[in-house]
């Protein structure tokens, strides 16, 4: 499956926060994801299988929890197929940064 139909799906980018912030075992997050989005606990399992199939998430068994985190497998790759579209968005970075720093140093010198 195309990264982006992996993470076009909402429940899908929601596990993916969440997984940001720490590991959560499979139960919190049908708890949370599952609440918050009024889906069962065998619609958020499949949801979690796309995601370890596509290398966003990975299972580390603990005693009989399943312990979810990021895999950067799948954002590596999506981060690959971006590069040739970075020319599009570096330059204005760039700038962006120069008055920023522009900016604090004007700050500096009327302090």
Excluded: C
């Excluded at 068994?61 to 799948?74: E, F, H, K, T, V």
């Excluded at 954002?75 to 599009?88: M, N």
Aim: glycine residues 8%; positive net charge.
């Amino acid at each position: 499956m195309h990264f982006f139909t992996v993470l076009s799906d909402p429940v899908r980018r929601r596990i993916v926060e969440r997984l940001m912030d720490s590991s959560m075992s499979s139960g919190d997050i049908v708890d949370v994801v599952g609440g918050e989005f009024g889906i069962s606990q065998s619609a958020i399992s499949q949801q979690l299988k796309i995601l370890r199939e596509n290398r966003f998430a990975k299972v580390v068994p603990d005693g009989s929890r399943r312990i979810y985190s990021l895999d950067s497998a799948g954002f590596e790759d999506l981060d690959k197929w971006l590069v040739p579209f970075r020319k599009f968005w570096d330059p204005k970075f760039a700038s962006l940064a120069g008055e920023v720093a522009r900016g604090k140093r004007k700050r500096k010198r009327d302090a």
